[in-house]
């Protein structure tokens, strides 16, 4: 594919008009709605503002839209959609991740309905794939970040229930979610870990506030576990299966983090772009200075190198290989590429990108948080060495 900054996909004509539809979607609805509400990617989201949203989505088709279509998407495959959310933050819409339902939606619980029972599907998944319902992750805790494997939150077989109890911080989504998937350590058992659906409504489960990371998004909870009773049919897989629908879940995330992040980098070129057109210093626009007109051509250099490592990655997934290596090295380029976009985007912009309420200035902290989330660039190249030793 010729490398273009709005990218075509004339060769796939499915997709070039889903890209095209959501283009439209974008532009004239979307963006619009958050304008009308005022909304910016630090306002504190409701309910109330995301449920059309999710709705709206899924009448259009792209919420859920890679599910199979028994489950209500279209099927399509993971190329096609890193497709679809790079174009998505590439258009800066503040309620871009509630398109495709990666907040709270179908794309959170997506890679567990496999393991999902018969009455965990109807009860749970597939109000969330209708826009109903929403669900957190709650794999983290404070001193359980990349090394996993130290949780301390438990979880005690008694009767017809297990008994959770501990505590998981950084679960997205948690504060407008109605119930969580949480992985928990077997009581007694230091290396046995298990998967549990949990409401969030449930006596001894507590949704607090979360921090508010550098990007300004309000959109992290902790979840407290006090004696917290959750049924033996909500028990998610096996027992000892926790670890594998975690790690799974985020080595899958790691390369569609990917094309989010790339999105987020053309934002910040094209922005840059219009700004050095408009500005004037010494008597002519920024962008007839060649020192401009090189930082653009780096931003966009890689930009291209991101988005071919993720095309080439993804495109392997679709084929059946197994890509565990390769989503690190794409998570690990893109996020460290991708703030270097952002950096020299701030420097083009000069004060203007260093002023808070500054798009550019948004766009930097939250390149800069995706070097950490979802594994630090050092947890990804310990990885990458240890598959080359």
């Given at each position: 594919?010729?490398?273009?900054?709005?990218?075509?996909?004339?060769?796939?004509?499915?997709?070039?008009?889903?890209?095209?539809?959501?283009?439209?979607?974008?532009?004239?609805?979307?963006?619009?709605?958050?304008?009308?509400?005022?909304?910016?990617?630090?306002?504190?989201?409701?309910?109330?503002?995301?449920?059309?949203?999710?709705?709206?989505?899924?009448?259009?088709?792209?919420?859920?839209?890679?599910?199979?279509?028994?489950?209500?998407?279209?099927?399509?495959?993971?190329?096609?959609?890193?497709?679809?959310?790079?174009?998505?933050?590439?258009?800066?819409?503040?309620?871009?991740?509630?398109?495709?339902?990666?907040?709270?939606?179908?794309?959170?619980?997506?890679?567990?309905?496999?393991?999902?029972?018969?009455?965990?599907?109807?009860?749970?998944?597939?109000?969330?794939?209708?826009?109903?319902?929403?669900?957190?992750?709650?794999?983290?805790?404070?001193?359980?970040?990349?090394?996993?494997?130290?949780?301390?939150?438990?979880?005690?077989?008694?009767?017809?229930?297990?008994?959770?109890?501990?505590?998981?911080?950084?679960?997205?989504?948690?504060?407008?979610?109605?119930?969580?998937?949480?992985?928990?350590?077997?009581?007694?058992?230091?290396?046995?870990?298990?998967?549990?659906?949990?409401?969030?409504?449930?006596?001894?489960?507590?949704?607090?506030?979360?921090?508010?990371?550098?990007?300004?998004?309000?959109?992290?909870?902790?979840?407290?576990?006090?004696?917290?009773?959750?049924?033996?049919?909500?028990?998610?897989?096996?027992?000892?299966?926790?670890?594998?629908?975690?790690?799974?879940?985020?080595?899958?995330?790691r390369l569609l983090h990917s094309p989010s992040i790339i999105g987020a980098a053309r934002r910040a070129w094209n922005l840059s772009v219009e700004f050095s057109k408009d500005r004037i210093a010494f008597g002519q626009p920024l962008l007839a200075l060649q020192a401009i007109q090189h930082k653009l051509a780096e931003m966009a250099t890689e930009i291209y190198a991101a988005r071919s490592m993720v095309t080439?990655?993804?495109?392997?997934?679709?084929?059946?290989?197994?890509?565990?290596?390769?989503?690190?090295?794409?998570?690990?380029?893109?996020?460290?590429?991708?703030?270097?976009?952002?950096?020299?985007?701030?420097?083009?912009?000069?004060?203007?990108?260093?002023?808070?309420?500054?798009?550019i200035e948004q766009l930097f902290r939250t390149l800069r948080m995706f070097r950490i989330v979802t594994g630090t660039s050092e947890i990804h190249k310990n990885a990458i060495a240890r598959s080359l030793a």
């Amino acid at each position: 594919m010729t490398f273009t900054l709005e990218p075509t996909y004339h060769d796939n004509p499915r997709l070039q008009h889903l890209i095209e539809q959501l283009r439209s979607y974008l532009l004239q609805e979307l963006i619009p709605y958050e304008q009308e509400h005022g909304l910016t990617p630090e306002t504190n989201l409701s309910r109330e503002i995301l449920e059309p949203v999710w709705r709206r989505s899924r009448e259009l088709g792209f919420y859920g839209i890679s599910l199979p279509a028994e489950l209500g998407g279209q099927g399509i495959t993971i190329s096609e959609l890193c497709a679809l959310k790079e174009e998505l933050t590439a258009h800066g819409s503040v309620l871009s991740h509630s398109v495709l339902g990666d907040m709270g939606g179908p794309l959170r619980a997506g890679s567990i309905m496999q393991y999902a029972t018969p009455y965990q599907l109807e009860r749970y998944l597939m109000p969330v794939i209708r826009g109903e319902r929403a669900c957190c992750f709650s794999i983290t805790e404070a001193d359980a970040g990349s090394d996993v494997r130290r949780m301390r939150t438990t979880a005690e077989p008694d009767g017809e229930h297990y008994i959770l109890n501990g505590a998981k911080v950084f679960s997205s989504a948690a504060p407008f979610a109605d119930f969580a998937i949480v992985v928990a350590r077997m009581a007694d058992k230091e290396e046995l870990y298990s998967a549990f659906l949990v409401d969030l409504n449930t006596p001894g489960c507590t949704v607090r506030e979360g921090e508010v990371p550098m990007s300004g998004q309000q959109i992290e909870g902790d979840l407290d576990f006090d004696n917290c009773r959750v049924p033996a049919e909500n028990l998610l897989g096996k027992i000892g299966e926790g670890m594998r629908i975690g790690i799974g879940r985020i080595t899958l995330n790691r390369l569609l983090h990917s094309p989010s992040i790339i999105g987020a980098a053309r934002r910040a070129w094209n922005l840059s772009v219009e700004f050095s057109k408009d500005r004037i210093a010494f008597g002519q626009p920024l962008l007839a200075l060649q020192a401009i007109q090189h930082k653009l051509a780096e931003m966009a250099t890689e930009i291209y190198a991101a988005r071919s490592m993720v095309t080439a990655t993804a495109a392997a997934l679709d084929r059946g290989q197994d890509i565990a290596v390769e989503a690190n090295m794409c998570k690990l380029f893109a996020a460290e590429a991708c703030f270097r976009v952002a950096d020299q985007a701030v420097q083009i912009h000069g004060k203007a990108g260093l002023t808070h309420g500054n798009e550019i200035e948004q766009l930097f902290r939250t390149l800069r948080m995706f070097r950490i989330v979802t594994g630090t660039s050092e947890i990804h190249k310990n990885a990458i060495a240890r598959s080359l030793a």
